[in-house]
């Protein structure tokens, strides 16, 4: 359910204004951020269909958010095949590819 459009991709358009387009794999140290700062992604909110975010999960964050983390030596793990291209806008190539993990595989037997 992660993305502006929550079908799980961190596609984007013009009414996404908080640019949710980098693909990361939240830690404690980023959710922790992130609730200091206003955005309290760790407690869930069933009226809205939003079980809360713990370590691990994957999340399309805001690229401004990412970077600002990022400052701030708080910036979570990114999947970088599944970030979206409009992050450039915010954020430099060479930063996301620093913070880079491979893309869990599914593999079908």
Avoid: Y
Wanted: net charge negative; glycine share 8%.
């Amino acid at each position: 359910m992660t993305g502006f459009f929550r079908d799980g991709s961190c596609k984007t358009c013009e009414e996404d204004r908080g640019l949710h387009t980098v693909c990361a794999r939240v830690t404690e140290e980023f959710l922790a951020f992130s609730r200091a700062n206003g955005n309290d992604l760790s407690t869930p909110h069933p009226e809205f269909g939003f079980p809360g975010l713990k370590p691990g999960d994957r999340w399309c964050l805001c690229a401004g958010r990412w970077k600002q983390a990022l400052d701030a030596g708080m910036a979570p793990p990114v999947i970088l095949e599944s970030t979206h291209e409009a992050t450039l806008e915010v954020v430099d190539l060479a930063e996301l590819r620093e913070h880079a993990i491979p893309a869990l595989r599914v593999v079908k037997a």
